[in-house]
């Protein structure tokens, strides 16, 4: 479906064929017209699919008509990163620059000149806020916003949201709304934390799912067949001739994070952390050193497996296998991007084979194992067809680390 085909404000599809948008992704083509009837919707979709101008378009479309309160909050967009904030804010400014539409990005990790100025455009009227929940209800708090007129609520990217831990944000800031609004979910992954959350807010929804799609095939997939005490020693044996240039290790839980980065520093690697007990001010001073060349590799939790714009990294290592295949796809996802070339290695302890051979059934194909370092010792077989017993078959010398952190709990742990 082509957008000229959408029955939208002349001025909305002035600006869509400026910014040269002329066919629908697949969420946007099954998406928009539920949207366009007033229904609420749950959209399943990963990072890169077109979901924000799924739910943008609609809105601006209603918006553009004029017959909605002026001066009032009539649309809130909830994400959970300022980064997020920040583009979705853009794409606003783009979609609606031929229109009386106006917005404003809500964020914290700033100073109170931007505290300000938020407050002012409030003041001012504004039709669409985009807000990250904690610095949202700072405003609510201090009686700067008002909420009461809003007709349209949409959540974005609602699992990373659940995550960081802002359910309770969250539900604070949906009691503020009115109770007849058009709501929204979107989130990459449907755990029953989202269903839940979406039988509270939502009405009736109709739901669009797109399947996850395949990684990029500029993406080098390999893995290594190792046991837990081989991993770090395996990432001391890739650098040891040469530095590494830009490098996520992804692991599911933010204690074993934390230990990672101890564990590579000792090494003198220029290494960085990101998960959840970071404040936003500490999360931005670090992602600024990882892409200015400050620090060279970054050791994360999920939380950074989407919506994080860095089209130059190297080498993406999954220090532990994913809880699922989506989460494979989005975090070796963030290198090979912008036609860019790019390598992802995994790591598979014999408690993660099966896991991994999940995967593999996902790819349609299997990854190439990468035979470990000799001077490593013997690694296990692989066989994930196959029930081990954690610990059965370790060599002499090779200590069980014990159940692997995040399994089962990556809700709590990053």
Same mark, same amino acid.
């Given at each position: 479906?082509?957008?000229?085909?959408?029955?939208?404000?002349?001025?909305?599809?002035?600006?869509?064929?400026? %910014?040269?948008?002329?066919?629908?992704?697949?969420?946007?083509?099954?998406?928009?017209?539920?949207?366009?009837?007033?229904?609420?919707? +749950?959209?399943?979709?990963?990072?890169?699919?077109?979901?924000?101008?799924?739910?943008?378009?609609?809105?601006?479309?209603?918006?553009?008509?004029?017959?909605?309160?002026?001066?009032?909050?009539?649309?809130?967009?909830?994400?959970?990163?300022?980064?997020?904030?920040?583009?979705?804010?853009?794409?606003?400014?783009?979609?609606?620059?031929?229109?009386?539409?106006?917005?404003?990005?809500?964020?914290?990790?700033?100073?109170?000149?931007?505290?300000?100025?938020?407050?002012?455009?409030?003041?001012?009227?504004?039709?669409?806020?985009?807000?990250?929940?904690?610095?949202?209800?700072?405003?609510?708090?201090?009686?700067? #916003?008002?909420?009461?007129?809003?007709?349209?609520?949409?959540?974005?990217?609602?699992?990373?949201?659940?995550?960081?831990?802002?359910?309770?944000?969250? %539900?604070?800031?949906?009691?503020?709304?009115?109770?007849?609004?058009?709501?929204?979910?979107?989130?990459?992954?449907?755990?029953?934390?989202?269903?839940?959350?979406?039988?509270? #807010?939502?009405?009736?929804?109709?739901?669009?799912?797109?399947?996850?799609?395949?990684?990029?095939?500029?993406?080098?997939?390999?893995?290594?067949?190792?046991?837990?005490?081989?991993?770090?020693?395996?990432?001391?044996?890739?650098?040891?001739?040469?530095?590494?240039?830009?490098?996520?290790?992804?692991?599911?839980?933010?204690?074993?994070?934390?230990?990672?980065?101890?564990?590579?520093?000792?090494?003198?690697?220029?290494?960085?952390?990101?998960?959840?007990?970071?404040?936003?001010?500490?999360?931005?001073? +670090?992602?600024?050193?990882?892409?200015?060349?400050?620090?060279?590799?970054?050791?994360?939790?999920?939380?950074?497996?989407?919506?994080?714009?860095?089209?130059?990294?190297?080498?993406?290592?999954?220090?532990?296998?994913?809880?699922?295949?989506?989460?494979?796809?989005?975090?070796?996802?963030?290198?090979?991007?912008?036609?860019?070339?790019?390598?992802?290695?995994?790591?598979?302890?014999?408690?993660?084979?099966?896991?991994?051979?999940?995967?593999?059934?996902?790819?349609?194909?299997?990854?190439?194992?990468?035979?470990?370092?000799?001077?490593?010792?013997?690694?296990?077989?692989?066989?994930?067809?196959?029930?081990?017993?954690?610990?059965?078959?370790?060599?002499?010398?090779?200590?069980?680390?014990?159940?692997?952190?995040?399994?089962?709990?990556?809700?709590?742990?990053?």
């Amino acid at each position: 479906m082509r957008f000229d085909e959408l029955d939208f404000e002349p001025a909305l599809l002035d600006a869509i064929d400026a %910014m040269n948008f002329q066919d629908c992704t697949p969420i946007q083509e099954q998406a928009i017209p539920y949207l366009l009837e007033g229904r609420d919707l +749950i959209g399943v979709a990963q990072t890169g699919t077109g979901k924000t101008a799924a739910y943008l378009l609609p809105v601006l479309d209603k918006l553009s008509t004029g017959r909605y309160p002026e001066g009032a909050v009539n649309c809130l967009i909830m994400v959970p990163t300022r980064e997020l904030a920040q583009q979705i804010d853009q794409q606003v400014e783009g979609f609606s620059y031929f229109t009386n539409v106006s917005s404003t990005a809500v964020y914290g990790g700033n100073d109170g000149i931007r505290f300000e100025q938020e407050k002012r455009g409030f003041a001012m009227g504004t039709d669409i806020v985009v807000a990250t929940p904690g610095r949202l209800i700072s405003h609510i708090s201090l009686g700067n #916003i008002d909420l009461s007129k809003v007709s349209f609520f949409i959540l974005d990217e609602a699992d990373r949201m659940l995550d960081m831990g802002f359910f309770d944000d969250i %539900m604070q800031i949906v009691r503020q709304l009115p109770a007849k609004r058009q709501n929204m979910l979107f989130s990459a992954t449907m755990p029953q934390e989202i269903q839940s959350m979406a039988k509270t #807010i939502l009405h009736n929804p109709a739901e669009v799912k797109i399947a996850v799609s395949r990684p990029a095939d500029k993406i080098l997939q390999a893995a290594y067949v190792c046991y837990e005490a081989q991993k770090l020693r395996i990432i001391q044996s890739l650098f040891q001739e040469q530095s590494p240039k830009r490098v996520i290790v992804f692991s599911s839980a933010k204690l074993k994070v934390k230990e990672i980065t101890k564990s590579l520093r000792r090494m003198n690697m220029s290494v960085g952390e990101m998960h959840s007990d970071l404040s936003q001010e500490e999360r931005d001073d +670090i992602m600024l050193k990882f892409r200015n060349g400050h620090i060279n590799m970054l050791v994360a939790t999920d939380i950074v497996s989407r919506g994080i714009d860095i089209d130059d990294i190297d080498l993406v290592i999954n220090y532990d296998v994913p809880h699922d295949p989506e989460d494979y796809v989005h975090r070796i996802g963030r290198t090979a991007r912008a036609g860019a070339e790019g390598c992802a290695l995994t790591f598979v302890s014999q408690d993660e084979q099966t896991q991994f051979g999940k995967i593999e059934k996902f790819l349609g194909k299997p990854v190439f194992k990468v035979p470990v370092p000799a001077e490593l010792g013997e690694a296990p077989e692989y066989q994930p067809a196959k029930a081990r017993p954690q610990g059965h078959g370790k060599p002499h010398g090779h200590k069980s680390n014990g159940p692997r952190k995040g399994n089962g709990s990556r809700r709590q742990n990053q």
